[in-house]
């Protein structure tokens, strides 16, 4: 079973949903070159959600998401007004869909939840959504336990449902695999913090663009919210903090913000999320030739 077959995309391609910054012009770019753009809620309103799903709509008339970070503070907010006003396709992460699936589905809308096991894959089957993201520990931002290549493997067997592998894929090769994995398709983030369209600093993309194999890091084991990020002067600290046994509340000083700032341009005291593939992204360029360097063989 293929992404095409399930909400009309020409590729079987997600866009990986970015916090905070994948956003309208990357979202609808990612579209238009026949993946499944995805709009990041991170910091939204319904307000300002509704006018970022308006400015995705009048840039293209292609399918894309919206992802609900399902440990957000207002997501009680959000879910109301999308299944008002329906989308395509929600994606959900961090959290299950359970209480509002149903309503979501009978509007029409297709759901894709990103996991990170066999056993919360069996759970989302359960569920009825349409499609899985099996998500390994290469990723970047928030992850699991287990890495890519087993668990694509394991879900794949596992449920009836369409799987796309997520972390560590930055190219042709990397879809190949996922493919020879069992999965239907992939999800792909850290590549597409290079591209043009994606609302970061210079400073960050020329960070991720400069990194090698081994420059990301994870923080937060302790406080059971892993993130990978790329390695600066702010996960040296907290690194160190985090395993002089620093409490929760400690650590999160350090966080706070963080992310904007990286988004901002601050390298060394912001969180610089990013997969171990980022060794792999070597220059600029647009979502479109992004998603062809993917499916060279499609485009």
Not at 173 to 178: H, S
Not at 198 to 226: E, H, N, Q
Request: hydrophobic share 50%; no cysteine; aromatic share 4%.
């Amino acid at each position: 079973m293929f992404m095409t077959s399930i909400i009309g995309t020409r590729l079987p391609l997600i866009q990986g949903a970015l916090a905070q910054i994948s956003t309208p012009a990357l979202v609808a770019a990612v579209s238009r070159a026949g993946g499944l753009g995805v709009l990041t809620t991170v910091g939204q309103t319904p307000e300002t959600l509704a006018a970022a799903i308006a400015e995705v709509r009048s840039a293209t008339d292609q399918p894309f998401a919206v992802n609900l970070m399902l440990q957000q503070g207002n997501i009680a907010e959000l879910v109301p007004y999308l299944i008002a006003h329906p989308v395509p396709v929600v994606t959900t992460s961090a959290g299950t869909p359970k209480l509002f699936a149903e309503a979501l589905h009978e509007a029409g809308t297709k759901i894709v939840a990103v996991i990170p096991s066999v056993k919360v894959a069996k759970k989302m089957a359960a569920l009825g959504v349409d499609a899985l993201v099996a998500e390994g520990m290469e990723s970047g931002g928030h992850i699991g336990t287990e890495t890519t290549f087993s668990l694509v493997r394991q879900v794949a067997a596992a449920v009836d449902l369409p799987v796309f592998a997520a972390g560590g894929i930055a190219d042709a090769e990397g879809v190949g695999a996922a493919f020879a994995l069992g999965a239907s398709g992939v999800q792909v983030g850290t590549a597409f913090l290079a591209a043009d369209e994606t609302p970061i600093s210079d400073a960050y993309k020329d960070a991720v663009i400069a990194a090698t194999d081994t420059d990301t890091v994870v923080t937060g084991r302790t406080t059971g919210d892993a993130v990978r990020s790329l390695k600066n002067a702010l996960t040296t600290a907290y690194l160190a903090k985090e395993a002089a046994g620093a409490t929760p509340a400690e650590l999160q000083v350090l966080t706070d913000g963080s992310l904007t700032r990286a988004i901002n341009g601050d390298v060394d005291h912001g969180t610089l999320m990013a997969g171990q593939v980022a060794g792999l992204i070597t220059k600029r360029e647009s979502a479109a030739a992004i998603v062809a360097r993917l499916f060279p063989e499609v485009i």
